[in-house]
């Protein structure tokens, strides 16, 4: 049986890897915002086999408050074998263009707040000598690109924390997985035209266990976004300025 912590428990992708771990028979802990959702999510889940749910409704942009968050987790789950940080935004870069407090509020929520919560996690998990830690980065941290670039540099940022915090803990037995979805159709996509490379939250929930269960470093989801990725990285400047993405 296992201890599975979500961090941002009520996004679509999160929930979608909530209902994975609810049929295996496991023991969740949900942190989330929003206390309807929470609790809805938290019925559906014991409905679908989990062995246990427990939650708690939080802020995480409130970065004070992430010690006593994470001290309320370990008093109820003293060992944690997955953490998974899903909360995010994702900033209109007009917006952000005009308003620095928008910009920095998409840095807080996106960089910031699972920095904060890494940090406490990594101390706990490596006390302990085990378990998985994963976060939902983004292939827009891969290059930065007109349309996004707020978004892109606080999830770039992160990737590259979790870089080094995988050194860290890899010989304590801990591992750090860095998700890396593209395009995926939620709520907070709602707006966006639909295309061939759009994918579903269960379709990335299903690559996030898996990538979990393989404690790899790093998994982009779908596969095919490694490749894309990889294209666009090639691109020099010179050219890449010019283009409007």
Not at 91 to 114: G, H, I, W, Y
Not at 122 to 144: F, K, L, P, T, Y
Not at 168 to 188: S, Y
């Amino acid at each position: 049986m296992k201890r599975i912590v979500i961090f941002g428990a009520t996004s679509a992708i999160a929930k979608a890897v909530a209902r994975l771990y609810a049929k295996e028979g496991s023991s969740l802990y949900l942190v989330a915002r929003n206390p309807e959702q929470t609790e809805a999510l938290a019925r559906d889940l014991k409905a679908r086999g989990a062995k246990e749910v427990r939650h708690i409704i939080a802020d995480l942009a409130k970065l004070d408050d992430h010690a006593a968050i994470v001290a309320s987790v370990k008093r109820d789950f003293p060992r944690i074998d997955v953490a998974l940080i899903a909360h995010g935004v994702l900033p209109n870069q007009a917006e952000c263009n005009r308003d620095v407090a928008k910009t920095l509020d998409a840095m807080t929520v996106n960089f910031l707040s699972p920095v904060s919560l890494l940090t406490l996690l990594a101390n706990e998990m490596e006390a302990q000598g085990s378990g998985a830690i994963a976060v939902i980065s983004s292939v827009a941290g891969d290059r930065g690109r007109q349309s996004n670039y707020a978004y892109g540099a606080a999830k770039g940022g992160l990737s590259i924390f979790l870089q080094g915090l995988r050194n860290r803990l890899h010989a304590k037995g801990v591992a750090v997985i860095t998700i890396k979805p593209g395009f995926v159709d939620t709520p907070m996509t709602a707006a966006f035209k639909k295309g061939a490379l759009w994918a579903k939250p269960e379709q990335v929930a299903k690559g996030i266990v898996k990538a979990i269960e393989k404690r790899r470093d790093e998994a982009y989801l779908p596969s095919f976004w490694k490749w894309i990725m990889f294209v666009i990285r090639q691109i020099p400047e010179s050219i890449f300025k010019r283009l409007s993405l």
